[in-house]
């Protein structure tokens, strides 16, 4: 790195590694848990009122009543023996989504035409046929060749039906053509994707393996019983469908409760879903309806959340900046944002759990709350703060009744189509404001239904509508402070610390708010982040676990995590104890114990999902840091059995050849992998990473400008880059490089320092003052500026 210590503009990064050491980044990222599919793919609670469930103490024993008696291990029962106390219910439940989440292919459950159809779609020919009372398929496989497939299940009922495909040791598979069962055909679930045999999204590629992508969320009872040795599955269930036990637990207490009439508690159940804290029932949902990773196989009742499952916070991927519904995320995520989660909304309020159908008609399930004598009708809820109006109105609606964006669902919960025609509603019963819409680039209901001139009509008109609301004097929203944080913008540090300080956030936006900290370093950031390890919400302790690790180094990190290897929910203990893995070696004092008891957790998850290459590699890093060296070939080439298609455990296999003398062996694969794959980003730039290693840099930089090249939006590639063209002599290069990936990326914390030593270096003082003032704009707390 160039000398600048008499500049008049100075900053210092943290650390100056040497060349070799910068190119050498890790791989794996943290804990490679996997996006999962389902009625629900891949959340949690909020605060003031949902906050912290812990399940209730058995009732203290009264003078004239015995103490309840212990619960023995509940098992599943036929679901049969429900229907005789439970008419109601059942009576909902049958013709239901949830009934009919999966059923075996018959000639009853089968909605698609079979008839020798033949559909064409992604350069690939599909026909459906019968062959007596089977349905099969013959379609592409995993070698790109046609062949015949059985249907073994189905996947929903409306507004479209998936199939299930049985290809041998035990692996079902979701085809990817589905039948619409609204406009009675055939239709690609990835149109003009490219989605053949080569691309991890076909069909029998693991990422639509439905044993652990999906069938959880369609069964009761699901086991994916998954055995590495033989890779296979011997997947069971206690009934297909979501059945009463898939939300209640496992019923044996209860009938033995109905039968004696005895003490047990919740009536012999583990849980009571009527529990007067909200979150019980919502995290039950939030199993299938929300954006989260399995931390085992299938769940244990009465626990949290995020002892069995990893939620997702906001991520750009996932949401727009005001938190509404961007990619397949369901109903949890945008809900945990909302009002009415904070003030005890819980989804069986709107919706019947048994029919899944609304619990009234239009806008009547808003009236419960939202009514003209400003008074919840609900109980549980807290109606403080409602206003008293008619919202069933052309005053509040603004759109003639009966016509579209009458309804409240029109403009308070927009939605987008998933699955090609598979509508679904956003639940963070946002506010519409076109204005603001505009300026941050997130959907907005208005501008969805008024498009191009029209839209600066209603803009205009909704100024005018709202001038009496608006309030100098409010807290900055937390979608514009995403905007300043996320764009690099002048305040976004103090935007941020704002954000933070706030005690009615909620803590699914906390948590978020705490990923992009890293980005902001200071003492702020750091006493933030330290606050939040005793956040009342798990989501928000894990994810300041990992910003903590972030701002400081493990030695600094260990004294303030240590204590949360006895959090008492397990993803915040897993995530303590690996990211404290390399000091843990050296020995924690008292708190070893309790990391030992957290890795083992680490690694019991990981094992738990063997199926799946991310925990493959990640069980061969976690190996790898702990000394036991003989097991990380195996589980790299296992990761990639599992996916051939996995290039992070590809890369850390060419890595482990090399550092183990076989670089030969390591080159070699990766050069076959790289004609395969020609592109992608990360086989490009490993291969650039190699050859520099070797050093043989003028050979490395096509590579490393093809990746570059490939993947624009990688900060990772285009620093890289820039680095080896300065240090290759072509400063103007790398300038030029870095100016664009800041154009990308104006929060790039490490593109901005390199660039900004690069023109002191070159005598480019100005330039370098200029980003230099942006960079103290955006964080002037930052202590690579002191």
Not at 87 to 106: C, F, I, R, Y
Not at 146 to 153: G, I, P, Q, R, S
Not at 665 to 682: M, T, Y
């Amino acid at each position: 790195m160039p000398n600048h210590k008499n500049k008049a503009a100075t900053a210092k990064p943290d650390a100056q590694p040497n060349l070799i050491n910068r190119y050498l980044f890790p791989v794996t990222i943290g804990l490679l848990l996997l996006a999962v599919a389902g009625i629900g793919w891949f959340l949690l609670s909020s605060q003031p009122a949902p906050v912290a469930y812990v399940p209730p103490p058995a009732p203290v024993a009264q003078p004239a009543k015995a103490q309840p008696v212990a619960m023995a291990p509940a098992k599943m029962v036929d679901e049969q023996q429900c229907q005789g106390c439970h008419s109601e219910q059942v009576k909902d439940w049958q013709g239901s989504h949830h009934q009919l989440a999966m059923q075996a292919a018959t000639a009853e459950t089968m909605l698609g035409d079979f008839n020798n159809v033949t559909f064409k779609a992604e350069d690939e020919t599909t026909v459906f046929s019968r062959k007596g009372d089977e349905f099969w398929v013959n379609t592409p496989g995993i070698d790109g060749k046609n062949t015949d497939f059985k249907v073994a299940y189905t996947f929903g009922i409306a507004p479209l039906q998936q199939y299930l495909i049985e290809v041998g040791e035990g692996r079902l598979q979701a085809l990817g053509v589905a039948w619409d069962a609204e406009q009675h055909r055939w239709f690609h679930l990835y149109p003009g994707q490219g989605v053949n045999f080569k691309n991890p999204l076909h069909w029998s590629k693991p990422s639509q393996n439905a044993n652990f992508m999906c069938v959880e969320c369609h069964t009761t009872g699901f086991k994916r019983n998954f055995d590495a040795a033989k890779n296979s599955f011997d997947s069971h269930w206690n009934s297909l469908g979501v059945g009463c036990q898939a939300c209640h637990g496992p019923a044996s207490n209860h009938l033995e409760w109905t039968a004696k009439k005895t003490d047990l508690i919740h009536a012999g159940f583990a849980v009571d879903l009527k529990d007067k804290n909200a979150s019980v029932e919502i995290e039950t949902c939030a199993r299938c309806h929300a954006r989260r990773a399995p931390l085992d196989d299938g769940y244990t009742v009465g626990k949290r959340l995020m002892d069995d499952y990893l939620p997702s916070v906001l991520t750009r991927e996932l949401y727009a900046l005001d938190g509404k519904i961007k990619d397949e995320v369901f109903e949890h995520g945008s809900f945990a944002q909302s009002k009415m989660f904070d003030k005890g909304v819980r989804c069986s309020n709107c919706h019947n759990p048994h029919s899944t159908q609304l619990k009234a008609p239009g806008n009547a399930v808003c009236l419960q709350c939202h009514n003209t004598a400003g008074k919840t009708t609900v109980e549980g809820v807290d109606g403080k703060g409602l206003q008293a109006k008619n919202y069933d109105s052309i005053e509040h609606t603004r759109h003639t009744m009966g016509q579209p964006g009458s309804q409240c669902v029109d403009c308070h919960m927009p939605g987008k189509f998933y699955m090609g025609n598979d509508f679904r509603h956003d639940h963070s019963f946002s506010i519409p404001n076109p204005e603001r819409a505009k300026k941050l680039g997130t959907p907005d209901a208005c501008l969805t239904c008024h498009q191009g001139k029209d839209g600066d009509k209603v803009s205009e008109q909704f100024k005018l509508w709202n001038t009496v609301n608006a309030s100098a004097g409010q807290a900055p929203r937390y979608d514009e402070s995403l905007w300043l944080v996320r764009n690099g913008q002048p305040g976004a540090a103090d935007a941020l610390y704002q954000q933070l300080q706030r005690s009615n956030l909620p803590a699914i936006q906390r948590a978020t708010l705490l990923a992009d900290l890293p980005m902001y370093p200071s003492e702020q950031a750091l006493k933030l982040a330290t606050n939040d390890l005793k956040n009342p919400a798990p989501q928000v302790r894990e994810s300041a676990v990992h910003t903590l690790s972030s701002l400081l180094s493990p030695e600094e990190a260990a004294p303030l995590l240590t204590p949360l290897l006895n959090d008492p929910v397990r993803a915040v203990r897993i995530a303590v104890a690996r990211d404290l893995l390399s000091v843990a070696r050296n020995g924690l004092g008292d708190a070893q114990d309790s990391w030992n008891a957290a890795i083992a957790e680490y690694e019991a998850v990981q094992k738990s999902l063997l199926e799946r290459a991310e925990a493959n590699l990640n069980l061969a890093m976690l190996y790898q840091a702990s000394g036991r060296g003989g097991e990380v070939e195996g589980l790299l080439r296992a990761a990639l059995l599992r996916d051939p298609d996995f290039y992070p455990a590809l890369v850390t296999l060419v890595q482990w050849l090399e550092a183990n003398g076989r670089n030969q062996e390591g080159q070699a694969l990766l050069e076959q992998s790289l004609k395969e794959h020609p592109d992608s980003g990360l086989l490009q730039h490993t291969q650039g990473l190699a050859l520099i290693r070797a050093g043989q840099t003028a050979q490395a930089m096509p590579f490393l400008h093809k990746a570059a090249e490939l993947d624009p939006q990688s900060g990772q590639y285009g620093y890289v880059l820039a680095i080896a063209l300065h240090d290759s002599g072509k400063v103007d290069e790398a300038c030029a490089e870095l100016e664009r990936l800041l154009k990308e990326q104006p929060a790039n914390r490490n593109a901005r320092l390199a660039l900004i030593q690069y023109y002191l270096a070159n005598g480019q003082e100005p330039k370098a003052q200029v980003l230099l003032q942006a960079w103290k704009n955006m964080n002037k707390g930052d202590p690579a500026l002191k």
